[in-house]
C-alpha cells in the first residue's frame, strides 16, 4: 500500500472479529517494524509483551479491567485476537546517557523512553493498516499498572507506554468515536514557519 495511503487510513479501531485470528507473519511484521522505531542514544529501552492465546489475553483483561462489567467499549475491545503491550525503561536511558559519549547531554527535554515507545506503537499502528489489519492505541488504568506487571511477569523498573489492539476489523460495531465531530485543526494552527504565529 502506498504510504500516504497508509497514513490516511489509519484510525483506531475498536471492535474485531474474534474468529479472525491475525496471521503469525503479520504479527512478525508489526513488531519487527517496532524495532525499528528511533532510539534515542540507541538506548533501545522498548519491550513488548505479545498476547495471542485465549487465556493470556483473559489473564491481561482481567488484571487490567477488574471487576468491571465487559459492555460497550470492553466488550468490543476484548475480542481483538492480538494485544501488544508496550513497556519503556527510563533506568536503560540513564544508564545510556551516564556512557562517556553522552554524558555531556545533560538533562532530559523530554522523557525520552515514552517518546521512543510512542513511536514504536505509531509503526506497530501504520503497519496494522498496511497489513488490512484494524488496530488501536490505548492506555492502562493507572490504578491497574501493577496488576498488569504481575500478571505479565513484568519486571519492576519497566512502565507501560499502552496496549495495540490488532484484529480484522468488524466495522458493523465500530462506531465512529464522538470526537472525531470536533475535526481536525487547520494547518495554519499547528504549523508555525519560522516562529510561532507566523
Known amino acids: 500500500m502506498d504510504f500516504q495511503q497508509v497514513v490516511r487510513r489509519r484510525r483506531m479501531v475498536r471492535a474485531y472479529r474474534p474468529e479472525r485470528r491475525v496471521p503469525p507473519e503479520a504479527r512478525d511484521r508489526l513488531l519487527r517494524n517496532a524495532l525499528r522505531a528511533p532510539s534515542a542514544g540507541f538506548s533501545q ?16 483483561w482481567a488484571a487490567t479491567s ?10 468490543r475491545m476484548r475480542q481483538a485476537p492480538l494485544l501488544i503491550t508496550c513497556w519503556c525503561s527510563e533506568q536503560a536511558y540513564r544508564e ?5 559519549d553522552k554524558a555531556a547531554a545533560g ?50 523498573g519497566w512502565q507501560p507506554v499502552g496496549v495495540v489492539s490488532v484484529g480484522h476489523p468488524d466495522p458493523g460495531r465500530d462506531p465512529r468515536s464522538p470526537s472525531v465531530g470536533r475535526g481536525r485543526r487547520p494547518a495554519h494552527e499547528v504549523i508555525h514557519m519560522g516562529q510561532w504565529g507566523s
Open 96 to 100: 545510556r546517557y551516564a556512557e562517556r
Open 45 to 60: 529501552g522498548a519491550a513488548y509483551v505479545v498476547l495471542e492465546d485465549d487465556a493470556d489475553r483473559e489473564r491481561f
Open 107 to 156: 538533562s532530559f527535554s523530554a522523557p525520552f523512553w515514552y517518546v521512543d515507545g510512542g513511536m514504536g506503537v505509531l509503526l506497530i499502528l501504520q503497519t496494522a493498516v498496511d497489513e488490512g489489519l484494524g488496530a488501536c492505541f490505548f492506555g492502562v488504568p493507572p490504578d491497574r499498572v501493577a496488576a498488569v506487571r504481575t500478571a505479565l511477569g513484568v519486571p519492576p
Open 66 to 75: 477488574g471487576s468491571r462489567p465487559a459492555d460497550g467499549w470492553l466488550a
